[in-house]
């Protein structure tokens, strides 16, 4: 009788999907921070708090890859999904903290349509990701995020141009809203990188 000296479910699944959870927990913070901006400025804290919960995860996913001889998937593969979970979530509080940092007293709609499109990025991951062991399930899912970041990378353009165009004379603005575009940007670029990295899971165990 066949069998596999790699265990078909374990605690990495479990730890990528609670990493991906707080990711999408994390984008939705920034959404709800941005509709209701300056009212909801505390919720800077909030997604502070969900940025170390991140940080958990990554550390007893590396503690347990550390520990593990046998992995389910390439163990660069996995710590670098990880990685790139974790970087959108530490992407989108070092965003949130940009609107403390230089004091915005108001949201663009550029930044509300980023948050929109992170929120949307990261719900496809958290998606995929409970379904790593399944690689069919997952194709429709890393397609929407390559979309999906497409979509931010022309509306990145697009902001930052109308930002020239308002506030010419006053680099002080446009050096804050190039800031804070570029960073939310670098979040959606995470999830596309994570993405990629499912891909080539999906390749090397179909």
């Not at 170390?52 to 998937?73: K, N, S």
């Not at 109308?162 to 506030?167: G, I, L, M, R």
Request: with cysteine; charged share 25%; aromatic share 6%.
């Amino acid at each position: 009788m066949a069998f596999s000296l790699v265990p078909k479910n374990t605690k990495f699944d479990s730890l990528l999907v609670q990493g991906g959870d707080v990711a999408a927990q994390t984008a939705s913070a920034m959404q709800k921070m941005l509709s209701g901006y300056p009212q909801t400025s505390g919720m800077v804290q909030e997604i502070k708090a969900l940025e170390h919960q991140g940080d958990r995860v990554m550390r007893e996913l590396v503690g347990e890859l550390t520990a593990t001889f046998v992995t389910p998937y390439d163990r660069e593969d996995i710590y670098s999904l990880a990685k790139y979970v974790d970087d959108i979530i530490d992407d989108t509080d070092e965003a949130a903290s940009l609107f403390d940092i230089y004091q915005v007293e108001a949201v663009t709609n550029t930044v509300k349509g980023q948050a929109d499109i992170l929120v949307a990025a990261t719900q496809e991951l958290q998606a995929a990701l409970r379904h790593i062991n399944e690689p069919s399930r997952m194709e429709h899912h890393w397609q929407n995020i390559h979309k999906l970041e497409d979509a931010g990378d022309e509306l990145l353009r697009t902001g930052i141009k109308e930002v020239f165009a308002a506030c010419y004379d006053e680099p002080a603005i446009i050096i804050c809203w190039k800031d804070i575009y570029n960073q939310m940007e670098e979040a959606i670029d995470s999830c596309e990188r994570a993405a990629s990295i499912l891909e080539q899971i999906a390749v090397k165990n179909s």
